[in-house]
């Protein structure tokens, strides 16, 4: 393994109360028999074949994610943790991330998740507005979310997420404002701040709301949201992500900056640097009945797969162009493994188009054109 670049670990705990019509995400409705027992058992055999991808590299950091992990109770997750720190090296300022929703945390249990070792709390609040979060599909409201970042407060947490979501079903700007202040009010580390989009094999894209902001009200909602969040101080240091001054996320940093990552979980996804620098990707069983079953029978087939010359470099521009910040060209070289004049005449396209700057270092960064297209400055990528 690549010494030099660091390393994440991702778990996938699937199970929602509900699914929302928004999701995409690979999620599944929890039911009265969700088997949370025999699913950790499969966690902790699947995490005994991400040591030998480790190697004798530390993890940085370290995400829960689902679905919704707190539909597992603190101590099932201090077992889990426990597992993760006795089988791999972890950075002494480890970062250990876990996803809850309001609607779902026991608030006097907060202190749980924390006395097991979660030190980075990400809230799905997604509105403050009733009616919003009711056409979400969310089963929290308002209150919900007051009371959950309280908790979370007092239960120790300084590094707290909250996502909040914009261009909603019968959202107006003034709506979108009064979310963006009522967030900041709050003065949480991290706010990630996202346009909603109606993605494939989702109730929404099916059935659209009829009511969706269109495409130019959405855009003067996201100048607002962000004008607001650093009027309040937080800096926009990825697409989405807006954080106090020394609390941007680590583990998300890692992917968008292609750094590597072992993945444990139904459906989760893996990216592995070789030392000879060759980079693989794998993907584990995605319904979490056939990942406990390859894993109950000791083989989990996770189709790992060799990335081309040509997609790494794709692949590394993917995740750099949503960091306004851009990159160096010295990491694209020891990200990647390869020479800038792979990528050369592309950016003097892109640049040529008011899509990309460059600036000392050397290093490249999307300019604000880029930012608002990117899919079509990414585009400018492909292989």
């Not at 403050?128 to 979060?133: K, P, Q, Y």
Request: hydrophobic share 40%; glycine share 8%.
């Amino acid at each position: 393994m690549n010494q030099n670049i660091e390393l994440s670990l991702y778990v996938h705990l699937p199970w929602c109360v509900s699914k929302c019509p928004y999701c995409d995400f690979n999620s599944h409705k929890a039911g009265d028999a969700a088997p949370r027992e025999r699913y950790l058992k499969a966690i902790e055999s699947d995490l005994k074949s991400e040591v030998l991808r480790a190697g004798d590299r530390s993890l940085v950091s370290v995400f829960i994610g689902g679905g919704t992990p707190s539909f597992f109770s603190a101590r099932e997750i201090g077992q889990l943790l426990d597992v993760i720190a006795a089988d791999f090296s972890l950075h002494p300022d480890i970062e250990i991330t876990m996803e809850a929703n309001p609607g779902t945390v026991e608030h006097d249990d907060l202190g749980g998740y924390a006395a097991a070792g979660v030190n980075r709390l990400s809230l799905g609040a997604q509105s403050f507005n009733a009616e919003s979060l009711k056409r979400l599909g969310r089963i929290h409201g308002p209150d919900e979310i007051y009371a959950a970042f309280e908790g979370a407060s007092k239960a120790g947490f300084e590094s707290i997420n909250l996502d909040l979501m914009y261009a909603l079903p019968g959202q107006d700007l003034a709506m979108a404002v009064n979310d963006v202040t009522e967030v900041v009010a709050l003065a949480p580390a991290h706010i990630s701040y996202y346009q909603l989009t109606l993605e494939p094999n989702t109730v929404f894209h099916s059935n659209p709301p009829a009511d969706l902001p269109d495409e130019d009200e959405s855009f003067a909602i996201q100048e607002r949201g962000h004008e607001l969040l650093a009027e309040h101080g937080y800096e926009q240091y990825e697409v989405s992500a807006f954080a106090k001054p020394g609390q941007q996320c680590r583990h998300n940093l890692n992917y968008w900056r292609f750094g590597d990552y072992v993945a444990v979980g139904a459906g989760a996804h893996g990216k592995v640097t070789a030392s000879d620098g060759t980079v693989w990707r794998y993907e584990k069983p995605r319904h979490p009945l056939g990942f406990i079953e390859q894993a109950e029978k000791g083989a989990i087939d996770d189709r790992e797969r060799q990335v081309s010359v040509a997609d790494i470099a794709f692949e590394f521009m993917l995740n750099a162009l949503r960091l306004p910040g851009g990159f160096a060209e010295s990491d694209f070289a020891e990200q990647t493994g390869l020479s800038m004049d792979t990528i050369n005449e592309r950016l003097e396209s892109a640049r040529g188009r008011g899509m990309i700057e460059s600036f000392e270092g050397p290093g490249w960064r999307p300019t604000a054109l880029g930012l608002r297209f990117q899919n079509d400055l990414t585009a400018s990528f492909l292989p």
